[in-house]
């Protein structure tokens, strides 16, 4: 029993080492491209952009995202604004219209949720507003606040090529507790030690929610916006990787988000997103692995990719089971022997501690290279250090709970009003 405890949790170490190693490449090359990033300035043509907003009772903070759109340093002639207030009960409407959006409203209990809110609202600009001919198209939320050069810098990299762009995620409330700079530090890590590395090695970036710019081509050819899953990003990111699309990188584009106060708030959104990955994972997982083998340009990006959506926090919470229940063995059943029970308390500790301190480093390189972007007094950044890997661990009964439990889409509320000064002055 002992040597079958033993090789079980050597595998594991093993099979988690090599399959996400590439993990750690990543962060050097985050880490390095800090010393050497230039910004090229270098003459780009303007496009035409509509903007879209998917808004469910967001009174309180859509009228400041509208502001910050209409103060960038980019034609506003070239810039439409449109927002869909999606089963709203509240002004969202109203205050959408009064700050400058053209605003549709739509009223359907049945199908729920952000993406066939986006569906609707492009399926009422094709029938339209055709004739504006838009290049692409900006997807936020309304809680969003964006810096005032954000259009610019992602049209430059849109006007080299790229069909699909993503941002820098920032926080509008990192300070608040340990739950929001939680999650604002995990954003902050994925733009620069995820999708700023495999921007520079030319591979597929992922989707993070919001701030994204897609080609009018794409949304034509799939006939609107066809992802419905509780993920949405993510399985358009998997579905455009598959198809053999490079979604880029734009680091010097700037995005500021609210992140959930409460942990109730904090669970049923990670709630939705780990069963949102499982019904990805289900979905297209066939798919990812037959790009991975086929040798084609994508096939380490569709690996990537697996590796994001891929369950293998399962494996983690198998081993932590299977270890667990040979501790309680132990301690009911003397003649197991004391060496099971201590082989099995040790294996859950030095893996909890090693988890810990990985998430902790992830943290610590995070905040030295980001320090001067995070709006949060200095004392708060190095405490939140130590409770991020605990906000991390908080996945693990999410991800339980998420494979047995029917999840639906439910609205956050949001209620950080602020301007886009008012973060950058702090």
């Known amino acids: 029993m002992l040597s079958f405890i033993n090789s079980m949790n050597l595998f594991i170490f093993i099979l988690f080492t090599v399959i996400y190693s590439y993990r750690f490449i990543y962060i050097y090359i985050g880490f390095a491209s800090k010393r050497n990033r230039k910004d090229n300035a270098f003459h780009t043509n303007f496009h035409k952009y509509a903007v879209i907003i998917a808004a469910r009772n967001e009174q309180a903070v859509i009228g400041e995202l509208i502001k910050s759109i ?37 009223y359907n209990q ?7 809110a986006l569906n609707y609202l492009f399926g ?12 692409g198209y900006f997807i936020f939320d309304a809680d969003n606040l964006l810096d005032k050069n954000f259009i610019s810098e992602m049209n430059k990299l849109f006007d080299k090529g790229y069909r699909v762009l993503t941002s820098y995620r920032n926080s509008k409330n990192y300070y608040s507790n340990w739950i929001t700079s ?14 700023n590395p495999r921007m520079i090695l030319g591979k597929s970036c992922t989707i993070s929610g919001t701030g994204f710019l897609v080609h009018s ?50 669970w049923d959104q990670r709630l939705r997103w780990a069963k949102g990955f499982y019904q990805v994972f289900s979905v297209y997982g066939l798919d990812l692995i ?15 990719m697996m590796m994001t959506i891929m369950p293998a926090i399962l494996i983690s919470i198998s081993s932590l089971f299977i270890n667990s229940f040979f501790l ?5 059943d003397p003649s197991i022997g004391h060496e099971v029970f201590a082989e099995t308390f040790s294996a859950i500790s030095s893996s909890l501690v090693t988890y810990y301190c990985i998430l902790f480093g992830i943290g610590v390189i995070t905040i030295i290279t980001e320090w001067q972007k995070i709006h949060c007094p200095p004392v708060k950044k190095i405490l939140y250090l130590f409770t991020f890997p605990i906000f991390m661990f908080t996945y693990i009964p999410i991800a339980i709970v998420a494979l047995f439990k029917k ?12 301007s886009i000064q008012n973060i950058q002055e702090n």
């Open 217 to 266: 081509d794409i949304i034509k050819k799939n006939g609107g916006w066809k992802h419905y899953l509780l993920t949405e990003d993510i399985e358009f990111s998997v579905s455009q990787v598959i198809k053999g699309e490079t979604i880029g990188y734009c680091g010097s584009a700037m995005l500021y988000d609210e992140q959930p106060f409460t942990f109730k708030q904090s």
């Open 328 to 332: 309680i063995l132990g301690l009911l």
């Open 407 to 418: 999840v639906e889409w439910k609205p956050i509320a949001h209620t950080c009003v602020k």
């Open 70 to 106: 209409k103060n960038q340093k980019y034609p506003s002639e070239l810039i439409d604004i449109f927002v869909v207030a999606d089963n709203c009960t509240d002004n969202t409407a109203q205050k959408a219209r009064e700050a400058g959006a053209i605003v549709y409203e739509r």
């Open 290 to 304: 037959k790009c991975i083998f086929q040798g084609k340009k994508q096939s380490f990006s569709c690996y990537d």
């Open 124 to 135: 009422e600009i094709a029938k339209k507003y055709s004739e504006n001919n838009y290049e």
């Open 110 to 116: 049945n199908l729920v949720g952000k993406g066939y």
């Open 182 to 195: 939680g999650y604002a530090l995990w954003f902050l890590h994925e733009s620069e030690f995820l999708n």
